[in-house]
């Protein structure tokens, strides 16, 4: 697995969208941070972007390779490795590319700034941290789509309507679902729904642990006391974790039963 | 025996594509599969490999069944039929990647000068026209010294002399007492190499036996002949 591994990986860091990637970030850190000079701030806005952007730029880049891969994916499946063996090094070498990019292309300006100096440093992590889950989970969950659709159109258009749904359908259906049951108790109910969606996840797990929670009023005091605590943390990290394990299995059941 | 294969069935949704292959092949000899398009072919020849998961039967390989293993890829050299390669690299890079992929030792030297592919080593595959993607094809398969091969299709677009530099291949590699499994629509090719042919029709093996059986069969002097006339003698095995 860490032959492919190691070829997916290079494939990806000399193409351009990796470079594009890259630079876009350490652009928007740069830009956010000089235009701001304030970390934490910076963390905000960053995370705003970073949650949505990620999972769609994990979602797109995981279809593209896989179906651009199939190729040489056809050529290994005669070679004498394991078939897990291939999709794994092809997963772990596009999300952990992917991964690479955001942490250099932010963590760099942040360093240059002065963050080892500034107690934002925990938030900041947090963001990367969270950050590179998401990756793992939405190029996980494209290369799922990927495998079990041969038509691209129809592979391309599912993963993209799932992106649309957990990023901004889903939220939209949590809070109509507020309103019309707002005369029932809610807390155990949102709770869940939060936990559900990986990008709600990890906004909530970001905004909670920064200063501004106390904005988020009644609701957010609910919240403040499962995940601001120690307990809370740990779950919703393991939460993510199981996320990200649920697409690595599939994609493994999957492989093992494909024809090519 | 080389490979054994006992009532192997394969459904591609409700297309049944093999319908109970029974099939031994031994070792040391040249196999031409044959059959119209559609029949199996390359069905059966990505179920031998573990491309494709057959629905039901068992296929043993080197006497052992290949059921949920990989390793027994490594005694397997195959060309598959379209050579569709990564198309962002170069020839060099992509004959290094499967060496380190295979880690076996290889002769991809004396192969890359016999089919002369020197100047496009360092040519990026995309590039390349469909018979010289061919040839790396070839090289690919035969740099590795595995005791059985089998050829997808391996004559298209090659030049008549990289047809005989391949031909001389395959009997050299024969020589060596491999078992070679070969899939083509050139009779005349068949004609010249092949010890035994296997024909398949509709999902089975309609004919196994050697040139001169099929001849004497169908009652023809001409072998292309012979093949076309397979299906309307009652020459069942």
Redo the contacts between chains.
Sequence with gaps: ML??LK?SFY?LIR?RWSYVYFLFYLALGFVLLFLNNDVSKAVITLMNVIIVLIPLIGTIFGVMYFYN????T??????????SSIFMGQYFGVAGSLTLSLVLGLGIPFLLYGLLRSNAIFDFSLLLVTGAFLTFIFVGLSFVIAISNENKIKGFGYAVLLWLFLAVVYDGLFLMSLIVFEEYPLDTFSLVATMLNPIDLSRILILLKLDISALLGYTGAIFREFFGTDLGFLVSMAILFLWTLFPILSLGYKAK???? | MIIEIHNLHKKFGKNEVLKGVDLSIDEGRIYAILGPNGSGKTTLIKSILGMVIPDKGNISVLDKSIKKEWKYRKKIDYLPQIANFPPNIKVKELIHMIKDLRNSPSAEKELIQLFGLEPFLNKKLSTLSGGTKQKVNIVLTFMFDSPLIILDEPTTGLDPKALIRLKELIQKEKAQGKTILITTHIMQFVEEMADEILYLLEGEIYFKGSIKKLMEQTGQTNFEHAIAAITTSDSHA
């Design positions: 032959k492919i070829y494939d193409s891969s199939r190729e040489f056809e050529l290994l499946l005669a070679q004498p490795i394991k078939r039963r494909k024809d090519f």
